[in-house]
């Protein structure tokens, strides 16, 4: 337990925290946002920090860069590939197009006897999926 209070008693103790160089405002809120510079120790200091900041921000702009180029790339590359789509299904619908029209001519020239072979061919598929399914 006096271990405890000495921890609490050295936390209430702030300016052991604190640098050399800061002193408090007049007002006696404490604000670390504002310290009293003290020498030239501490421009140089706030130099460095300022430096490593902004090498940090160059760091991350030039990522951020890099993933807009890669973005910028990746729909330039979608947008071909959705052409060529789009040219090969407008070739595929002709090619259907004019299969449907042929079917067409072909059973309006032999009349009703084409759906015949149809239902024919739909009972057999149906009669061979029934002998699968049972064989199963």
């Known amino acids: ?5 000495r921890a609490t008693a050295s936390l209430r ?5 604190l640098p050399d160089y800061y002193t408090p405002p007049s007002s006696g809120r404490s604000s670390p946002f504002q310290p ?6 501490f421009a140089d200091d706030l ?15 030039k990522i951020l860069k890099d993933i807009t180029v890669g973005i910028g790339n990746e729909v330039r590359e979608s947008t071909v590939q959705l052409s060529q789509m789009n040219d090969a ?3 595929t ?3 259907l197009a004019g299969t449907f029209r042929r079917v067409n001519n072909m059973a309006a020239r032999q009349g009703c006897r084409w759906l015949w072979y149809i239902v024919f061919l739909i009972v057999v598929f149906w009669f ?9």
């Open 36 to 41: 009293q510079p003290s020498g030239h120790r």
């Open 89 to 91: 299904f407008s070739e």
């Open 13 to 17: 103790d702030r300016s052991a925290l």
């Open 47 to 61: 130099e460095g920090q300022n430096d490593e900041h902004l090498e940090g921000l160059a760091a991350k702009v």
């Open 1 to 5: 337990m006096s271990q405890r209070f």
């Open 128 to 136: 061979f999926i029934v002998v699968w399914w049972f064989r199963r």
């Open 93 to 95: 619908s002709g090619i």
